[in-house]
């Protein structure tokens, strides 16, 4: 499955929004019902740390500036309002199937 | 606690065998549903999930490299290892291992290791 992210980068003002999008080239949706597309945040110089799964369960500990959304092939990560810990790369990755897979990544900055 | 490090060495030639160690802490591989992942991240570059080994010694490969790849367990140890022959410059990159994907007590186990540089060059 391959998996899209746009854009490439953001910069972004802090207090304001931002929104990322991922594409996969196939439907995430499972025969439980559950669509397996997970966000998660790397920062500089350290390891991925999960903010969403299933598309909108935002993991234990993460903000609720954070949402996910979408269904089937199109999802969306909003952050309502950037703080400057929000820097960093992000990426959306599959776990329907195996390999799992991930997007390009969104690397985002602040203005 | 949850806790996973990855170790291995640091620099390999080219063509010759990588070998890391993921040691966990905080759970058993043995207990139903738990699974250690690999995944790798060249510099400056995309994440790529590696192999996968679950509690019942199911084995699981990405079909890119699953010729060169092997992962094994030791329950005993809290080990997991994984190897990679035949390794060449493009397989520069920081090796992760992550519980990913189980449940805890009806929470998501998401716990990544910090991630171990491996540098192929003669």
């Known amino acids: 499955i391959v998996m899209t992210q746009t854009p490439l980068s953001l910069s972004v003002t802090p207090g304001q929004p931002a929104s990322i999008s991922c594409k996969s080239s196939?439907?995430?949706?499972?025969?439980?019902?559950?669509?397996?597309l997970y966000w998660y945040l790397q920062k500089p110089g350290q390891s991925p740390q999960l903010l969403i799964y299933?598309?909108?369960s935002r993991f234990s500990g993460v903000p609720d500036r954070f949402s996910g959304s979408g269904s089937g092939t199109d999802f969306t990560l909003k952050i309502s309002r950037v703080e400057a810990d929000d820097v960093g790369v992000y990426y959306c990755?599959?776990?329907?199937?195996?390999?799992?897979?991930f997007g390009g990544g969104t690397k985002v900055e602040i203005k | 606690q949850v806790t996973l490090k990855e170790s291995g060495p640091a620099l390999v030639k080219p063509t010759q065998t990588l070998t890391l160690t993921c040691t966990f802490s905080?759970?058993?591989?043995?207990?139903?549903?738990?699974?250690i992942n690999w995944f790798r991240q060249p510099p400056g570059k995309a994440l790529e999930w590696l192999a996968r080994?679950?509690?019942?010694?199911?084995?699981f490969y990405n079909p890119a490299l699953k010729t060169r790849l092997t992962i094994s367990k030791d329950t005993s140890k809290n080990q997991v290892v994984l190897t990679m022959t035949n390794m060449d410059p493009v397989d520069t990159a920081t090796y992760y291992c992550?519980?990913?994907?189980?449940?805890?007590?009806?929470?998501?186990?998401?716990?990544w290791g910090q991630g171990t540089l491996v540098t192929v060059s003669s």
């Open positions: 992550a519980r990913i994907g189980s449940y805890t007590y009806g929470s998501l186990d998401d716990n």
């Open positions: 905080g759970f058993s591989l043995s207990t139903r549903g738990k699974r």
């Open positions: 080994i679950d509690w019942d010694d199911d084995k």
């Open positions: 196939q439907s995430l949706l499972h025969s439980d019902g559950n669509t397996f």
């Open positions: 299933e598309i909108s």
């Open positions: 990755m599959q776990t329907l199937q195996l390999p799992f897979t």
